[in-house]
């Protein structure tokens, strides 16, 4: 297959969508391209992805697995936005920068920030619910303002080590955090 590039809204609202194939010729997938896709279960993304859009799993409900391939360097906006059944994910070690709201409303449980993430936009976990602890595993990562609002079973933050700063509305809500580690 020679498929490069799926476009803007390729698949939006094709609710009964459960599995796609993604040829690895995949380069980039544009925004919004299975957003709303309340059905779709499953998501490997080939190696040879090097860009994923805006919103391109937005409120996918039944997401709970999903590969990302390790050169990936950005995870935009609202990429998981309200996959509430995606609850563990593994970042890509070479991962640079995390969009706002990548995976605000998720299922996610906990989740490891690799070091080589440098560039954090707000709101990143606001309103995982079931998400209770989370690492940065660099010292310089970048933490962004209202990252954890409304994580209510967030437990444990470990930050990073060269931290200088905790941005405004940072944990706001967050009343089951008992550890922070600076």
Known sequence: NNITVIEYYAFLGCASLKQINIP???????QNAFEGCVSL????LPETTTSI?????????????????????????????G???LTQITLPSNLE???????????????????TVKRVGSRIFANCTQLTSVVFEGDDNVIG??????ATA????????????????????ATSLKTVVF
């Open 83 to 85: 996959c509430t059944s």
């Open 41 to 44: 279960e499953k998501v490997i």
């Open 24 to 30: 690895t010729s995949l380069e980039k997938l544009e």
């Open 154 to 173: 967030l437990e444990s933050i470990v930050l990073p080590k060269n931290t200088q700063e905790i941005p405004v509305q940072f944990c706001k809500g």
């Open 97 to 115: 920068k995390l969009s706002n709201s990548a995976f605000e409303g998720s299922g996610l449980t906990s989740v490891s920030i690799p070091a």
């Open 53 to 81: 859009g805006y919103e391109i799993f937005k409120n996918c409900s039944s997401l709970s697995e999903v590969k990302l391939p390790s050169n990936l360097k950005e995870i935009g906006q609202y990429t998981f936005f």
């Open 145 to 150: 303002s209202q990252m954890f609002l409304g």
